[in-house]
């Protein structure tokens, strides 16, 4: 069973080609930690690959931790914009 759960929480940038993300991470139950706004350039085209490999080392990099040891929930902003979540 993987401890780590991650949510990531997607909207499209204005220039239609990069993806920004904001990154929770609950770690054994508890709320670890919650990303600023991390942009991954050229990304919005692929959103809906598998998350692993979209959005892993994103996760690896801010959960600290392998990104096959996570569980990887995607979600996307369809209204508005993640301005805001800092």
């Known amino acids: 069973m993987k401890d780590t759960k991650v949510l990531v929480m997607t909207a499209i940038a204005e220039n239609g080609?990069?993806?920004q993300?904001?990154?929770a991470?609950?770690?054994g139950g508890e709320l670890?930690?919650?990303s600023p706004i991390i942009t991954l350039e050229g990304a919005a085209p692929s959103r809906a690959g598998n998350p692993y490999?979209?959005?892993g080392d994103a996760v690896a990099e801010f959960?600290?931790?392998d990104k096959f040891d996570t569980s990887i929930n995607v979600f996307d902003c369809r209204s508005g914009d993640l301005e805001g979540w800092l």
Request: glycine share 12%.
């Open 17 to 19: 080609r990069d993806l």
């Open 21 to 23: 993300i904001v990154i």
């Open 25 to 27: 991470a609950r770690v």
């Open 32 to 34: 670890g930690a919650v």
């Open 53 to 55: 490999c979209v959005y």
């Open 63 to 65: 959960v600290g931790c």
